[in-house]
């Protein structure tokens, strides 16, 4: 949640920090803000997108070589000027942008009203900001000091940049729990949340870690640790491009990232699917195989869209591997004292790495002896530094919100972990793992199919632009993939949906079926097919208006259906990397056609690094 960015060096400040809080947009939007410091401290700050804080600098005094941004999406007062970062401390010496919550803000903004501070904002941030400066003027000690004691005793997640007016060249930042990446150029240094603003001026970057303090200066760059013992920074090159990050010619990057999946589906199974040889090489599986094939059972953990993928997986692995697995939402895992015992491995699943629930999970279920292997996308990520192994799926940067192409690459990888732990537990026959690996190495082309026209799915979004509710169904591997088109449709257009097993259905959700109400099914041709088609059947019997995913080739359920959106066949277990696609299409489109940001949906951001 939240993005931050900040510059100092020999270039101006602000068209740095403008262009990186736009690339930040993605991650927060209620309002934006930028401190710029020269001789001056001067802060600007808006309601509203990063181009309306753009529009009202126009013609003020923009002039500085060091200076911080925000795009804020709100948690402690509402979107409004007043609430927007960067804060100014009380003397106003101090600017200060903040992503993440303080948890025990209220006591603490309590003992500064009772020594005499007011207050302009109705924000954390302002709270710990003041605290920093109360305790650099009573103790007489430097602000890196100051901050060290103050972290010390403030309770919640953190990122944050600071800047003094007495002290024109540098940024003191300090984290915990939320992400911070410093960029190392000639003579400058670039902080943001992730990597990309910082791609355009340098690859060397170094991943802050929790509890630790940079001292940033244009040439000098000093970790610390709230002991205030040194830190060698770790530099890593970035392997991540501009164009990545860019939109390419499409109206919008959640379209694009749709578009890239053929592409981001074949790097993940590049280098690691080898069709000839008949074997699947992961490092991280093979370091850790005889404690993945010996596991009592697998946890999966996530959030969100990387739930669903779990929740696929369950039924590969299972399938496969013979394991027992659980997916749990990583919100309830970390809170309801789970039983956790040595020869329990937990997979998490993250897009960002950063998700601030499944992180503290894992940290818990790591103190009780559990391996922890992660499925990320972000290079560098803290899920990916606190994992014992793990699996990044090569996704690429996903600026879209709504989550596309990581959730394939989640399925691809964790498909291929399954096979590799099936054949090295023998519970997998020769035949069917050649079959299962030869049809996974065809599936970027078969996406590449159901993207070459997309004109029917747009004419179907566009039929059904305004019902009030949806309904989504499916069985087996394709229930999941239910649930996944249900969400999407709720974050990119704000219709009612809701996703439900096809035989859970006459347990209460066809009370809602008439002929108003649209009820996708996920019907693509495996071992649920007639019982499927028997739940379409009943859809009809009530009036209500079928959309399907359905096989190439099937002549049934097109037949039932009001309209249809076709995917090229595959095995049951590889069918959900085919049937989303035309789900997140529909998605997609009904929010164009309603005219909404399907990029930035109001009220969510792509990081949800608080809880």
Known sequence: MCGIVGYTGPREAYPIILKGLKRLEYRGYDSSGVALLNHDLKVYKKKGRVSELEEDVIGKDLHAFTGIGHTRW???????????????????????????????????????????YTFHSDTDTEVLLN?????????????????????????????????????????????KGSPLVIGIGKGEHFLASDASPIIEYTKEVVYVNDYEIAIIKPDELILKNLGNEKQTPFIQKLDMELAKIEKGGYDHFMLKEIHEQPETIHDCLRGRLNIE????????????????????????????????AGLIAEYIFEELCRIPVEVEYASEFR????????????????????????????????????????????????????????????????????????????????????????????????????????????????????LQDTSNIEAIAEKYKDAADFLYLGRGYNFPVALEGALKLKEISYIHAEGYPAAEMKHGPIALVDDKLPVVFVATKDSYY??????????????????????????????????????????????????????????????????????????????????
């Open 335 to 450: 809170y309801r004292n789970p039983v956790i015992n040595k020869g329990d491995v937990i997979i998490a699943i993250s897009q960002s790495g950063e998700t601030a629930d499944t992180l503290v999970a894992l940290e818990n279920a790591k103190e009780k002896g559990a391996c922890i292997f992660g499925v990320v996308n972000a290079v560098g990520s803290s899920i990916a530094r606190l994992s014992h192994a793990g699996a990044y799926t090569h996704a690429g940067p996903e600026i879209g919100v709504a989550s596309t192409k990581a959730f394939t690459g989640q399925l691809a990888v964790l498909t291929m972990m399954a096979l590799k732990i099936a054949k090295a537990k023998g519970t997998i026959d020769d035949t069917r793992y050649s079959k299962l690996l030869q049809e996974l190495n065809d599936i970027p082309e078969k996406v590449k199919l159901v």
């Open 74 to 116: 709100a948690t402690h007062g509402e979107p409004s000027d007043r609430n927007a970062h960067p804060h100014r401390s009380a003397s106003g010496r101090l600017a200060m942008i903040h992503n993440g919550i303080i948890e025990n803000y209220a006591s603490i903004k309590q003992e500064l009203v009772n020594k005499g």
């Open 277 to 308: 040889n008949g074997t699947i090489t992961m490092g991280g599986v093979e370091s850790h195989l005889e404690t993945l094939t010996n596991a009592n059972r697998i946890i999966m953990v996530a959030c969100g869209t990387s739930w669903h």
């Open 530 to 611: 007639e019982k499927i088609v028997s739940n379409v059947q009943e859809i009809k019997a009530r009036k209500g208006m079928v959309i399907a995913v359905a096989t190439e080739g099937d002549t049934i359920i097109p037949g039932m259906a009001d309209d249809v959106m076709l995917v090229p066949d595959a095995d049951e277990i590889l069918a959900p990397l085919l049937s989303v696609i035309p789900l997140q299409l529909l998605s997609y489109y009904i929010g164009v056609a309603k005219g909404l940001d399907v990029d930035k949906p109001r009220n969510l951001a792509k990081s949800v690094t608080v809880e």
């Open 131 to 175: 605290f920093i400066e109360d305790i650099q003027q009573n103790n007489n000690s430097t602000l890196e000091e100051a901050l060290r004691i103050a972290l010390k005793r403030v309770v919640g997640a953190y990122c944050i940049l600071l800047l003094d007016k007495e002290d024109p060249e540098t940024i003191i930042a300090a984290r």
